[in-house]
């Protein structure tokens, strides 16, 4: 650690040794240290502990400006401090003046490996590719610059989702009920399918159940659901910085929506605003927010903002979930069959043969 004004000054050392009294980095005309004292306290042990402290010129000499003192003080006689310190200086120079060694490099491997873990890089102001191809709720095949005409509220989920996304969808919906915007005419819902195993069919069967609550009077061409091909999901997924990962019962992903300006360009991205589980819609999107970003891409601005944290969605189902619930269900069904058993032994069951003894008390 270089110094460009000189070494601290500190008290004048005696045998490695602070004057008592005088803290770590204290000069003898500061306070005193303590700031309380007690007279009338009793006498007893009392450790004065000094710090070492380092300094490094640029030539490479290391200066000790600092000693350490273990001193302990009873009724006049003095510890080992003088021994101690002169050990623990002893060690820190020699520590100081080794060879330095150089961090050992991540591995390039494993520097891939955090750049591809689920997550969200903004690429604020950037324009998505212009050939990315896709097929709607209804089988028909679009350029999805074609729906960025105007602005687009662009969703990134999977239909087959049963965490996450459906609340997603389900903010969205809500949210269109709170905007001073027309849908369709002031902006495009487009829902987009990372996942290459869904299909046209099941696009229709998701866009029936999140426009159904909108009413008759919601335009059903202001929301589109899409579905595309590997190729085409990893060129849209990479221009947006989304990063997901394949798991054996769904995706890890983030919740999050962009804001596409006219023509493509990617305006800003708005983060889940609320989180409530156990309510009608546990998700929620700022209203305010994701106007005021509606506005500027209409506009043709964009803004960078500092990063928030994620939402995630992740399928939270252990691989063994299913063969446990089945054993679980066997165990449940054998309980029940031996209840039963012994409920017909003990009421269906022979009865007990009555004794000579009971026959003549009832003769009597």
Known sequence: MGSSTGPRRFPPLKDGILPSGTPPGRTGGESAW???????AKP???????????????DGEVHILCGANLEKKRGGRQGVGPLLAWIAAMTILASA????????????ADRSEAANRPGVTEHVGADIPGDIFAVDDRGRSWNLADLTDRPVILALVYYSCEYVCPQVL???GQLVSNLPLTPGADYRLVTFSFDAADTPQDAASAKRNYIKPLGPDFPAEAWTFLTASPENIGKLTDSLGFRFKKQPHGFIHPSILAILGPGGRISGYVHVSRTAYGVGYPVMF???AIGTSLRRAAAGGSEAKDPAPLFFCYPHEPEGQPRFYGLLSALGAGTLALLGGLFLYLTVGKKRPRQLGDDHDADR
């Not at 042990?45 to 640029?58: K, N, Q, S």
Request: hydrophobic share 35%.
């Open 34 to 40: 303590p700031p309380h004292t007690d007279s009338r």
């Open 44 to 58: 007893g042990p009392t450790w004065h502990v000094c710090c070492f402290d380092l300094l490094t010129e640029a």
């Open 97 to 108: 003046t080794s060879p330095a060694v150089a961090p050992a490099p991540v591995p390039h």
């Open 170 to 172: 389900g903010a969205l």
């Open 286 to 288: 700022s209203p305010v």
